[in-house]
């Protein structure tokens, strides 16, 4: 089975820049895109990156997304980091049999 | 602007059923494949199913597939999860999403509490 792994936890201090790894276990992760979303604790999902680098309407441009094809992973870069950037992050994208499939999710703490 | 508003979620017993809305506004539902993901207390996200824009393509991950269907009234602008033989380990929020869309949207989620 398809799955993504990423980091459980990572940390870094407000102004600098964090990045967090979304690794694909089999096939090609640039077979399908990639999603990116942020939770903050008690709220509901936004998305922060879609098909792999998209930014929706209203996602500030401190957030990029990335496909690394050598290592088979995605990351989220985020610049700048705001206290308000504190939150959980999960990758997501698709098997070979169109079944969605999201990375177990990144604690980030800004501190 | 655009909004996914979830609503049928509530208490029920082991082996009863539920239906699940998700009504959207702001943007051409009948336009983007829709998603239902639940995550349980505690838990992170987990993908449920996906219904195509025209209803044709339906999709299910391997622990709610024979018991759970997804479906669309495109004319309501409206999402159904309808879910049976449900089971303690179904308890999480649900919510509906238009994942991987130009919008990404997100509903609020609804609750659903499997307990005897």
């Known amino acids: 089975n398809f799955m993504l792994t990423q980091p459980h936890s990572v940390s870094e201090s407000p102004g600098k820049t964090v990045t967090i790894s979304c690794t694909g276990s089999?096939?090609?992760?640039?077979?399908?895109?990639v999603q990116w979303y942020q939770q903050r604790p008690g709220s509901a999902p936004i998305t922060v990156i879609y098909?792999?680098?998209?930014?929706p309407s209203g996602v500030p441009d401190r957030f990029s997304g990335s496909i690394n094809s050598s290592s088979n992973s995605a990351s989220l870069s985020i610049s700048g980091l705001k206290t308000e950037d504190e939150a959980d992050y999960y990758c997501?994208?698709?098997?070979?049999?169109?079944?969605?499939?999201f990375g177990g999710g990144t604690k980030l703490t800004v501190l | 602007q655009v909004q996914l508003v979830e609503s049928g979620g509530g208490v029920v017993q082991p082996g009863r059923s539920l239906r699940l809305s998700c009504v959207a506004s702001?943007?051409?539902?009948?336009?983007?494949?829709m998603h239902w993901v639940r995550q349980a207390p505690g838990k992170g996200l987990e993908w449920v199913a996906l219904?195509?824009?025209?209803?044709?393509?339906?999709y299910y991950a391997a622990s709610v597939k024979g018991r759970f269907t997804i479906s669309r009234d495109n004319s309501k602008n409206t999402l159904y999860l309808q879910m049976n033989s449900l089971r303690l380990e179904d308890t999480a929020v649900y919510y509906c999403?238009?994942?991987?869309?130009?919008?990404?949207?997100w509903g609020r989620g609804a609750r659903v509490t499997v307990s005897s």
């Open positions: 089999s096939g090609s992760i640039a077979s399908n895109y």
């Open positions: 999403g238009d994942l991987g869309g130009y919008y990404g949207a």
């Open positions: 098909q792999d680098n998209q930014r």
């Open positions: 702001g943007f051409s539902f009948s336009s983007y494949g």
């Open positions: 219904i195509s824009y025209d209803e044709i393509d339906k």
């Open positions: 997501q994208s698709y098997d070979t049999n169109t079944r969605g499939v």
